[in-house]
């Protein structure tokens, strides 16, 4: 394991050069960290401005970020976490017995663990422009063709995801961000909800939108970037959630723990649980776990990290991994979703900014 003294003296001054650099590059103009142990952070630290203009404020610890896919993990598998700790729903439950609209001989075996997994065969998002409400997304992602057998690949789906935010509602019988609200409260006051209050909002690290999307023309500031999401509320199963990066950092220390085996939390955060949910799928080629990523060299976590590694990331610019072998967690927020750098790109930051935490 590294020692505290390499990881400040060395390793952060070489994190902290990847990150000017992108700033620097306009990969994203706003950046927030926190890198820590399951004993609590090591460093954290807020760069540049909220958006590209000079007069715009600088980033703070406070500054919320649009979590996009982190919500994945975050807000749905902790919420999935919990329905299957209670009992109130299992992995191997079939999603043509919870949803009525999931009919057909394709359909029929995928189960709640496949969407999880994204193993469903559903493809990546929806043909068409997103539909108003839950009723229309149901019906239309129900309806839809799949793109390949069950389970005979891993394709990465929102749809899936937003399916399982529908479940999720339904089988703990309260909205599922209620759900989430009430899990993170007896965890942490730190900012992680998927609405921001008014005066927060004002702080939030803006984003812009898609050029297919109805907002297009005007700064999201506090406001989901994800056109679906908006379309449901701002509250979905695939994204949404806002955040800090002490909140994220909070939520990472939690998982951490459980995963080196401490008990000190009640479930869903018991080892057990959360060991299952990190566990890689056993489809052919997946590195996906049940709503996890997991590590593999050519990731967004870089090359350095242990096989035990999970994590996700977020298409507006957001990373979170996590290293049970070197007792250690990685946040990584940003807001490239701001008129900034390319995917490409922001992939390169993200690895060269694990590699050099990870020497």
Not at 58 to 84: C, H, Q, Y
Not at 260 to 275: D, L, Q, S, Y
Not at 278 to 293: C, E, M, N, T
Request: aromatic share 8%; net charge neutral.
């Amino acid at each position: 394991m590294e020692s505290y003294e390499r990881m400040t003296h060395a390793s952060i001054d070489d994190a902290i050069s990847v990150i000017a650099n992108a700033i620097a590059a306009r990969v994203f103009p706003a950046a927030a960290v926190d890198v820590g142990g399951s004993d609590g952070s090591i460093w954290s630290q807020a760069f540049g401005a909220l958006a590209f203009d000079a007069v715009d404020a600088a980033t703070s610890a406070d500054t919320p970020f649009d979590l996009a896919s982190l919500t994945k993990v975050i807000a749905t598998t902790t919420v999935a976490m919990n329905l299957v700790a209670t009992r109130a729903l299992r992995l191997d439950q079939r999603v043509g017995d919870l949803l009525s609209e999931w009919r057909g001989a394709d359909r029929e075996p995928v189960t709640v663990a496949d969407l999880l997994e994204h193993a469903s065969g559903l493809p990546a998002r929806l043909v068409d422009p997103p539909p108003a409400g839950r009723r229309e997304f149901e019906h239309d992602i129900c309806a839809m063709p799949l793109e390949y057998t069950p389970r005979a690949a891993s394709i990465y789906s929102d749809l899936g995801f937003i399916l399982l935010g529908f479940v999720l509602a339904d089988r703990g019988a309260a909205p599922f961000a209620s759900q989430f609200d009430a899990l993170w409260r007896r965890i942490d006051s730190n900012v992680l909800t998927f609405a921001l209050p008014p005066a927060l909002r004002r702080l939030a690290a803006p984003t812009m939108p898609m050029q297919d999307d109805a907002r297009r023309g005007r700064m999201l500031q506090g406001e989901v970037h994800d056109n679906y999401a908006a379309a449901l509320g701002g509250v979905a199963g695939h994204a949404g959630l806002f955040g800090t990066a002490a909140g994220v950092g909070v939520f990472a220390r939690v998982v951490l723990r459980a995963l080196r085996g401490h008990t000190t939390r009640p479930a869903p955060w018991t080892p057990e649980v959360v060991r299952r949910f990190a566990a890689r799928s056993s489809v052919p080629g997946s590195s996906r776990a049940l709503g996890w990523d997991t590590m593999l060299p050519s990731s967004s976590c870089g090359t350095r990290m242990s096989p035990s590694a999970i994590g996700h990331v977020g298409f507006t610019g957001t990373s979170l991994w996590i290293d049970p072998a070197r007792d250690r967690y990685y946040v990584l927020l940003t807001n490239r979703a701001c008129g900034g750098g390319t995917l490409d790109q922001m992939r390169a930051v993200r690895r060269d900014f694990h590699d050099a935490l990870t020497i």
